[in-house]
């Protein structure tokens, strides 16, 4: 019987891996741009790092969670996001202490126990961004200008950028009030979860994707129109720097976040393409969570993006294996073995080269050469190797003409 994957868990395969690797590179080069550097944290973390930040009574915490215990007895988590795992380090390591504003990426594997779906897996990858130390809304802009450069350079441009205001803990205490006021006259139309956490975790029931759930709340009270001096202040100078530089963006007011830890802004990156998780990059503030996971009292924005639903998006476009620049074909054992040292130096030079390993006709060779996609091949027989040389043919066009062994490198413009 043969050992398969875990369900939900997903090997990428070659042909699909590049996709993958052209989205790290453009995430690598943007936020290079705006002043990110990148870090890199462990997928297991200390259980309560998630229930302090998500909350006790989030999905994530109450049913998600990859948890155990080692064998000293402490509970451990594999990570089902980052922004903690990212603050955690950012206060161990006294990182403000070297710089009073912090921008930080990361990109990894994430894990959460749900059903697998469209996009939407047991262990899921992230690519996102975390800014620390301004409170100025145009740390705010500046982040939803780089999320936006971002999909611009993957060539993803039909996506909405929705924003919205969670408020602060001035002004949203009134508000949840008003909510919950205003769900225990819908209760009999509300799912059995939104019932059950209407009282604790109000905000999530404006996000649930139940039917019933969404016409249930309709004319719900919205943050926006609860919010105290400050915050609102705050939001208008968001919407206005991003007016300024030209950005595409709309204002959802019905937008919550699924995690306690946020205030004031938030935001989503959404497509129509993905059915209901169209969600394909998400974030907002988190000003009071270094201070609540015990480090100093500095505000902060983020956001993370599902690479998983970024490769939907792409479709098959940049799905291409790199094709070798030559393919070397040898006829007889010694031919064999000096094209064998040849695409070692041409590979210790820069030059994608390949050969056959099972000692086949020439036929054959040429048939893996055009299979592999190889721009070029070297024939190298018994008569080519006494004189020194071998046959270089344009797969292109078909041409060929003998070359130097001696002088191939040059011949491909290796360094």
């Not at 868990?9 to 741009?33: C, S, Y």
């Not at 975390?130 to 982040?143: N, S, T, Y």
């Not at 988190?286 to 792409?314: C, H, K, W």
């Not at 592999?372 to 078909?398: F, H, K, P, Y």
């Amino acid at each position: 019987m043969s050992i398969t994957g875990i369900k939900g868990m997903n090997d990428i395969l070659p042909g699909e891996v590049e996709t993958w690797q052209f989205l790290e590179v453009a995430a690598r080069r943007v936020f290079a741009l705006h002043g990110f550097s990148e870090i890199r944290v462990p997928v297991v973390e200390k259980t309560e790092l998630f229930c302090r930040s998500i909350g006790e009574t989030t999905d994530i915490v109450e049913k998600e969670m990859y948890s155990f215990c080692d064998k000293g007895g402490t509970s451990l988590t594999l990570r089902p996001e980052g922004t903690a795992a990212v603050m955690r380090a950012f206060i161990q390591h006294k990182l403000h202490a070297l710089d009073p504003v912090a921008k930080l990426y990361y990109l990894g594997p994430m894990f959460r126990y749900e059903r697998p779906q469209k996009g939407r897996y047991r262990q899921f990858h992230q690519i996102g961004a975390e800014a620390v130390g301004v409170d100025d809304p145009r740390i705010d802009a500046q982040i939803l200008a780089m999320l936006q450069h971002f999909f611009d350079e993957i060539g993803l441009d039909d996506l909405d950028l929705q924003v919205n205001s969670l408020g602060c803990p001035q002004c949203r205490p009134l508000y949840r009030t008003q909510l919950v006021d205003f769900l225990e006259t819908r209760l009999g139309d509300l799912c059995d979860d939104c019932r059950r956490r209407y009282t604790t975790n109000p905000l999530r029931v404006l996000d649930c994707k139940a039917t019933g759930c969404g016409e249930a709340t309709a004319a719900a009270p919205a943050m926006l129109d609860h919010l105290c001096e400050g915050c609102d202040e705050h939001f208008t100078a968001v919407r206005l720097h991003l007016e300024d530089i030209g950005a595409r963006f709309t204002i959802n007011r019905r937008m919550v976040r699924g995690l306690d830890y946020y205030t004031r802004t938030t935001f989503e990156m959404v497509t129509a393409n993905l059915g209901a998780q169209n969600a394909v990059a998400a974030g907002g503030r988190y000003d009071g969570l270094v201070r609540q996971l015990g480090g100093p009292a500095l505000p902060g924005i983020g956001f993370a993006m599902g690479v998983e639903r970024l490769v939907l998006l792409m479709g098959e476009d940049r799905r291409a294996v790199q094709p070798p620049d030559i393919f070397l074909a040898a006829l007889g054992d010694v031919a064999q073995r000096r094209v064998f040292s040849l695409m070692h130096d041409l590979q210790r030079r820069g030059v994608r080269a390949e050969i056959d390993y099972q000692g086949r006709s020439l036929k054959a060779q040429m048939r893996r050469a055009d299979k592999l996609g190889a721009a070029r091949v070297l024939i190298v027989g018994e008569d080519e190797l006494t004189r020194g040389v071998g046959q270089l043919r344009n797969m292109g066009d078909s041409t060929q003409r003998e070359v130097s062994l001696d002088e191939l490198p040059r011949e491909l413009g290796a360094k």
